[in-house]
Nanobody, 124 residues
């Protein structure tokens, strides 16, 4: 089973920014579609953003469009989620996921490997 590692979570004030990173544990993410998901207490896990493997096309949940930017660095085999203008409702555990497929999706059942999650807290 594929294992991924996230980093970059933390505590930030409303309006602040964080950058999450995602790397494969023992493998590179170059050929994988990457997705970012989040789960807040008492809520279902939701898709936040994803980036396809080949052409780098992206998709975002409506709630984060214009504030979050997903990217990948195939030279390093890593993925990123830049989160700006953070709101208290963005607070959650954020997970990255990967799947060896052409196109990404925001459905968690499409993914084959997951990270352990990183906590994002947005509070003044």
């Amino acid at each position: 089973q594929l294992q991924l590692v996230e980093s970059g979570g933390g505590l930030v004030q409303p309006g602040g920014s964080l950058r999450l990173s995602c790397a494969g544990s023992g493998f590179r993410l170059d050929d994988y579609a990457i997705g970012w998901f989040r789960q807040a207490p008492g809520k279902e896990r939701e898709g936040v953003s994803c980036i396809s493997a080949v052409d780098g096309s992206t998709n975002y949940a409506d709630s984060v469009k214009g504030r979050f930017t997903i990217s990948r660095d195939n030279a390093k085999g890593t993925g990123y989620l830049q989160m700006n203008s953070l709101k208290p409702e963005d607070a959650a555990v954020y997970y990255c996921a990967a799947v060896l497929t052409f196109r990404c999706s925001l459905y968690d059942t499409d993914y084959m490997g997951w990270g352990q999650g990183t906590q994002v807290t947005v509070s003044s």
